[in-house]
């Protein structure tokens, strides 16, 4: 959680940049393509712990771990396919990182980061129910 924490703080760092900044200084994009690779890599971990811990399934691929939260009720079906969409983001950063759109890097920046902050929510939500339950 405390390194989900650091990458959004990263993430954080680099909003006030215009796209035109983005694009002309690679190092720039290079740190925010690997924080927000980071990040949602933490968020699907964290989200394939929680459906280890309550048996919620077997996921095969990382997306069914937010699958399996919608079908739980665990997370509302519009916010669960967010992170999905998340994910193949991530996995357009890692496996096209050749090809990445720098116009659609800055929009995740500009209007997705949100997502990772409320997923943290969420998890530290069910962190402070399960102390509170002890």
């Known amino acids: 959680m405390q390194r989900l924490e650091q990458y959004i703080n990263e993430l954080e760092k680099h909003r006030p940049v215009t796209l035109e900044m983005l694009r002309n200084e690679f190092t720039r994009q290079l740190a925010v393509e690997w924080a927000f690779q980071a990040a949602i890599e933490s968020c699907t971990d964290i989200a394939a712990h929680l459906v280890s811990v309550y048996q919620l399934g077997h996921p095969q691929e990382s997306r069914d771990v937010y699958q399996f ?11 669960g396919q967010a992170m999905m969409a998340m994910v193949g983001f991530r996995n357009r950063l890692v496996h096209l990182y050749w090809d990445v759109d720098v116009e659609k890097l800055y929009q995740y920046l500009q209007e997705d980061l949100k997502l990772l902050r409320q997923f943290r929510d969420f998890t530290l939500q069910i962190i402070t129910a399960e102390e509170d339950s002890d």
């Not at 919608?70 to 916010?79: K, M, S, V």
């Open 69 to 79: 939260l919608i079908d739980t009720g665990y997370l509302d079906r519009p916010f």
